[in-house]
């Protein structure tokens, strides 16, 4: 997570990075949500593997001739 005052600029990804990123992201949510012993927790990483899902998804690997 980036600092207040950090000015520094985020990382760029490529596409296919970035998606590998997210899904990465998403399955270490779904094993936060299978380890969580309290209601709430599990549905908080649950969503949040959902929303990293559906951006990954959103993601368009081309892949050049």
Known sequence: MRQKND???PPVRSDE??????????????QLSE????????????KLRQL???RAERIEIVVPD
């Open 7 to 9: 000015t520094s600029e």
């Open 17 to 30: 990075d970035e998606r590998a990123y997210l899904l990465k992201r998403a399955k270490d949510h779904q």
């Open 35 to 46: 380890r969580s012993q309290e209601f709430a927790s599990k549905a908080i990483h649950e």
């Open 52 to 54: 990293y899902v559906d």
